[in-house]
Nanobody, 117 residues
Framework: QVQLVESGGGLVQPGGSLRLSCEVSGSILSIRAVAWYRQAPGKQRDWVASITSGGSIIYADSVKGRFTISRDNAKNAVYLQMNSLNPEDTAVYYC???????????WGQGTQVTVSS
């Protein structure tokens, strides 16, 4: 089984920064891609950024230039550095993972990010 645990959320003022972490454990030898999603109250869950096993990175237009996804293979962790945060970034942020050879997507429990003055 694969487990994902997010951390690093919190309350930050507009213009501030946060760094989210996603620690991965379990059968992780065949990871195809890891992604961050977010879900604001009353809205659908939206994709934010992805990083593949080959190192390819893509971002949603809404966060491009402000957010950076990265990984530390030695720590089995993926990070989301979020800069220039604004109230529209307020959401629960989820880490997800897809393995090679299966269509299943694994999800973490989410971490709350609130951007407010």
């Amino acid at each position: 089984q694969v487990q994902l645990v997010e951390s690093g959320g919190g309350l930050v003022q507009p213009g501030g920064s946060l760094r989210l972490s996603c620690e991965v454990s379990g059968s992780i030898l065949s990871i195809r891609a890891v992604a961050w999603y977010r879900q604001a109250p009353g809205k659908q869950r939206d994709w934010v950024a992805s990083i593949t096993s080959g190192g390819s990175i893509i971002y949603a237009d809404s966060v491009k230039g402000r957010f950076t996804i990265s990984r530390d293979n030695a720590k089995n962790a993926v990070y989301l550095q979020m800069n220039s945060l604004n109230p529209e970034d307020t959401a629960v942020y989820y880490c997800s993972l897809v393995l090679f050879g299966t269509p299943k997507t694994y999800w973490g429990q989410g971490t709350q990010v609130t951007v407010s003055s």
